[in-house]
Structures are given as structure tokens and as C-alpha cells.
């Protein structure tokens, strides 16, 4: 039975040498060797020192294609051009389903065409070489970016290539993205990827991990979100993480998202051991954006503006070519700016809004029910707690096409476009927070006049897409 228990050494090493074995570039990874190479790096290079350094919140976008040398120029346009202060790597598809075969094709493909024929960097193909030269090529600590359910091969590689910050988690990159991994054997793959950055940490190479905190990315009750990043923390810290960077994705609610980033530090320093330093990552929206640019660049500044407010540690910014897939280099650079600007301007202003504090006290009430659950579920154990709690219903994430979760749960918002609990199921959590959300939704049907139902849901899910924040009946305000 899986527990919460740090993998001892020699079985740390045995399953590294299995899984190097999976692609040959595996055969390249020398732990002796990549301590010594992340030694040479400059300070500037480290990626937990110079977001855990920063007196304001660092930007930074997503971007992965196939070709190194492109990667590399897409990667030194976003710094020169867009002025990020942090970099992506992000993975392609097949990388992350284990396809490695696949992703050799699409990147000899690429490389005899000149195409972007994978939708990310291939890494392991790449291999421990290939990384080395984009991480001495590009003058800024770069992170690792997927959607990768079992990331074993992919972490062993990338640490070895230089690489500092490793994104993603056992239920952040299985809930939202996959039917085929079950979540006890994400969570026993992970321990691996947190064991290896610890064994990294222990020799003075601090890996940055950071789970995903937008989930499903589609109206995430705030607690749900932050419960979870805790949970993948406190695993990661088990195994001997100390720099933990936790997400959270914007919905659109200035008062709810900077509460709930406020709530995300403060409880991420309540339940993370001590030694563990915490940071915050701010995800701009991730849901559908509207097509016309000039409106998604409105997406981006309310981003921006709250960022200024919250002043979380980090920020993943967006494109104003959104709508269309994959931004060009152009445009992924002037959503930096833009962000960069709107924080600018802002951050030096001491804006008051209303309604904050209520806000986070309502959501860390919530957060600690779960948490609690979580811990009555395993006995204390939170490998255990999560396992079954997501098993009963008690911890669930709505739209997730995991079956590991329920996915029964439904938000809508309530009159000022926060996200509440619309449909509870069995999710864990006192009936006077629930009285809570049913009245602040009582509230937006009366002003509507109409029934709450599931169509103020789907109504909400494309709502700023739509240009608006709350998707309500035509004519209405």
C-alpha cells in the first residue's frame, strides 16, 4: 500500500536505472556529472534563487517547439523582446504520453522540413546534451512545462540537462489530463520525479518544483485548487523538495483571485514543513478567450491589474492569440508586455478593494474542511486521504475526465462573478459554507429572474470567451 514515505536511496536508484532505459538518450544521465554542470551556473541561472529573490512578481510565458536551434531563438525573442524574467521549455504531446518513438519521427520530421511538427520541445529525444546547449544557450533560469503523467524519464533527463524548475504534480497532471493513468499510480511516479530533486536539493542543487495549480482550468472553486496544491506539496516536501512554488488560476474575480492567492501562501506556509521555501505562481486565465485580439488583451490587463493587487511571486502570462492555438513569437512576447505594464503601473498604488478579507477567510475555511477530510480519509496519511478522498467524492475537481475523480461537482457564479458551488455532490464541506454559496446563487437567479440550473453553468463556461465575466440570459446586465 502507497503511503507518504520517502523512497530510500537504493530504491531511488534502481528505479533510475529502469526507467533511463525506456530511450536511449537515458544512457547519457550521470548524477555525478549534472551536480558538477549545475555547479557551473551562473547565480542569475538558478531558477529557486532568483524567483525566491524577486521584490516583484516575475513574468513568465509558455513556449516549446522542436527544433533546438528554434527553440532557442523563440525562447531569447521572449527574453529580449518580451522582457520575461523566467523561460519555459514546454514538452510536446507524445513526450508526455510516453511516445518517445513518435516524437523522434516528429522531430526528425521537423528537422528535415523545417516545420513545427510536434506542439513542444521533445527533451528526452533531445537528450542530456541537447538541454545543456539551450540552458548555456539562453541567459535566464528556464523551467520545464508538460502535462506529463508519468515524468520519470523526462525528469531524470532535464535535471541532468541543467534544467532547475520541473512543473506539474500527481493529481494536477492526471485529473485534468488523462483516463488512462490511475491517480495511485501517478502518485507513486511522482514520488520518484519529487525523490530525484530531493536527492538534487541534498547536494546543494535546489530544484524548484511546482505543481499545477488551473487544474481543469474551467471555474475551479479556489479552495478545491489550493487544497490540492497543498496536498502535492506536502508530497513533494516528503521527499525532500524544499522549493515549492504553488499555482493558482485567475477566474476572473479581482476580489476572489487575490483572496485566493493571499489564502494559497498563507495556508501553503501553515501546512508545508518549515524548511520548505514557499512561492506562488498566478496562471492568467485559463479558460476561452475571445477571439478579437484587442478583447483578449483586456483579459490579459485584468491579469495583469490582478497580479499588481495580489503580488503573487510568479506569473504565467497569456497571448492575445489565444483563440487560435499556439501564438506566435510576436504575440507571446506582447502578452508579456502587456502584463508587464498593467503591473507596472499599478503595483506602486495602494489599492483598497472590499471584500478581500472576507474572501480569503471564506475560502481558507473551506480549504481547511478539505484538508481535513483528506487527513480523516488516511488516517493521517495523505497519499492514503487523497486516494480515498477522491475516491468517495469527498475531494473532487468539476469537468475532470479523470476516472479517478467524480468530476460531479458544478460551479456557476454568483452576482459579482465569483466562482461558487452550484452542485455539491459529495464534496466534503460544512453546511453553513454551503448555505453560503446557495444564497450568493439565490442572489444572481433573482437578478436574472430565473431558476438556478445547470444552464447558468454552461452559460458561465464561455462566458468570457463571449466577452463577458457571467454568462447571463441575452438582454440581461
Known amino acids: 500500500m502507497i503511503r507518504d514515505e520517502r523512497i530510500p536511496s537504493d530504491e531511488l536508484r534502481r528505479i533510475d536505472e529502469e526507467i533511463r532505459s525506456d530511450w536511449h538518450t537515458g544512457e547519457d544521465v550521470d548524477f555525478e556529472d549534472a551536480i558538477a554542470y549545475h555547479e557551473s551556473l551562473p547565480d542569475h541561472k538558478r531558477f529557486a534563487d532568483v524567483l525566491e529573490s524577486a521584490d516583484k512578481p516575475l513574468l513568465q510565458p509558455r513556449a516549446g517547439v522542436p527544433r533546438l536551434d528554434d527553440q532557442i531563438e523563440l525562447l531569447q525573442y521572449l527574453l529580449e523582446e518580451g522582457k520575461a524574467d523566467l523561460l519555459p521549455t514546454t514538452i510536446d504531446s507524445y513526450t508526455r504520453d510516453n511516445e518517445y518513438e513518435k516524437a523522434q519521427q516528429g522531430l526528425d520530421k521537423?528537422?528535415?522540413?523545417?516545420?513545427?511538427?510536434?506542439?513542444?520541445?521533445?527533451?528526452?529525444?533531445?537528450?542530456?546534451?541537447?538541454?545543456?546547449?539551450?540552458?548555456?544557450?539562453?541567459?535566464?533560469?528556464?523551467?520545464?512545462?508538460?502535462?506529463?503523467?508519468?515524468?520519470?524519464?523526462?525528469?531524470?533527463?532535464?535535471?541532468?540537462?541543467?534544467f532547475q524548475s520541473f512543473e506539474g504534480g500527481p493529481i494536477s497532471y492526471n485529473i485534468p489530463y488523462t483516463k488512462r493513468h490511475g491517480l495511485e499510480e501517478t502518485i507513486e511516479k511522482w514520488q520518484f520525479v519529487d525523490r530525484l530533486a530531493g536527492a538534487y536539493t541534498e547536494r546543494g542543487v535546489r530544484i524548484n518544483r511546482?505543481?499545477?495549480?488551473?487544474?481543469?482550468?474551467?471555474?475551479?472553486?479556489?479552495?478545491?485548487?489550493?487544497?490540492?496544491?497543498?496536498v502535492e506539496g506536502k508530497l513533494a516536501a516528503t521527499q525532500g523538495v524544499r522549493s515549492i512554488t504553488l499555482g493558482y488560476g485567475q477566474v476572473g474575480n479581482i476580489v476572489q483571485d487575490v483572496a485566493a492567492l493571499h489564502a494559497l501562501k498563507k495556508l501553503g506556509n501553515e501546512y508545508?514543513?518549515?524548511?520548505?521555501?514557499?512561492?506562488?505562481?498566478?496562471?492568467?486565465?485559463?479558460?476561452g478567450?475571445?477571439?478579437?485580439?484587442?478583447?483578449?488583451?483586456g483579459v490579459i490587463s485584468l491579469g495583469g491589474m490582478t497580479a499588481a493587487i495580489a503580488q503573487p511571486d510568479k506569473v504565467i502570462t497569456k497571448s492575445p492569440q489565444e483563440f487560435q492555438g499556439v501564438p506566435t513569437m510576436e504575440a507571446n512576447s506582447a502578452g508579456l508586455r502587456t502584463t508587464r505594464q498593467v503591473i507596472?503601473?499599478?503595483?506602486?498604488q495602494k489599492i483598497d478593494i472590499d471584500g478581500i478579507e472576507e474572501e480569503q477567510d471564506l475560502i481558507e475555511r473551506e480549504t481547511r474542511c478539505l484538508m481535513d477530510t483528506i487527513f480523516d480519509h488516511g488516517d493521517g496519511d495523505?497519499?492514503?486521504?487523497?486516494?480515498?478522498?477522491?475516491?468517495?467524492?469527498?475531494?473532487?475537481?468539476?469537468?475532470?475526465?479523470?476516472?479517478?475523480?467524480?468530476?460531479?461537482?458544478?460551479?456557476?457564479?454568483?452576482?459579482?462573478?465569483?466562482?461558487?458551488?452550484?452542485e455539491w455532490a459529495d464534496l466534503e464541506m460544512d453546511e453553513d459554507?454551503?448555505?453560503?454559496?446557495?444564497?450568493?446563487?439565490?442572489?444572481?437567479?433573482?437578478?436574472?429572474?430565473?431558476?438556478?440550473?445547470?444552464?447558468?453553468?454552461?452559460?458561465?463556461?464561455?462566458?468570457?470567451?463571449?466577452?463577458?465575466?457571467?454568462?447571463?440570459?441575452?438582454?440581461?446586465?
Not at 510536434?118 to 535566464?140: K, M, S, T, W
Not at 511546482?210 to 497543498?230: H, K, Q, R, W, Y
Not at 440550473?453 to 458561465?460: C, E, G, K
Open 289 to 297: 478567450f475571445p477571439p478579437d485580439e484587442a478583447r483578449a488583451n
Open 433 to 477: 459554507i454551503k448555505e453560503i454559496h446557495k444564497a450568493r446563487l439565490s442572489q444572481r437567479a433573482d437578478t436574472e429572474g430565473r431558476e438556478q440550473s445547470f444552464r447558468m453553468v454552461a452559460d458561465d463556461v464561455d462566458a468570457i470567451s463571449d466577452g463577458k465575466l457571467i454568462g447571463r440570459p441575452q438582454g440581461d446586465v
Open 344 to 348: 507596472d503601473m499599478a503595483i506602486e
Open 210 to 230: 511546482e505543481p499545477f495549480g488551473p487544474l481543469t482550468g474551467t471555474l475551479v472553486p479556489p479552495s478545491i485548487a489550493i487544497a490540492i496544491m497543498i
Open 382 to 422: 495523505v497519499v492514503q486521504g487523497t486516494l480515498k478522498a477522491f475516491a468517495s467524492g469527498a475531494l473532487d475537481v468539476p469537468f475532470a475526465p479523470s476516472d479517478s475523480a467524480q468530476g460531479a461537482v458544478l460551479p456557476a457564479r454568483d452576482d459579482d462573478g465569483r466562482v461558487r458551488i452550484f
Open 272 to 287: 508545508l514543513p518549515d524548511e520548505v521555501v514557499v512561492t506562488t505562481v498566478f496562471h492568467e486565465w485559463m479558460g
Open 110 to 162: 521537423a528537422l528535415e522540413t523545417g516545420d513545427d511538427t510536434l506542439n513542444g520541445f521533445p527533451a528526452v529525444n533531445h537528450g542530456v546534451d541537447g538541454c545543456r546547449e539551450l540552458i548555456d544557450a539562453v541567459d535566464a533560469p528556464i523551467e520545464v512545462r508538460h502535462g506529463t503523467p508519468d515524468a520519470r524519464l523526462l525528469a531524470a533527463i532535464t535535471f541532468a540537462g541543467g
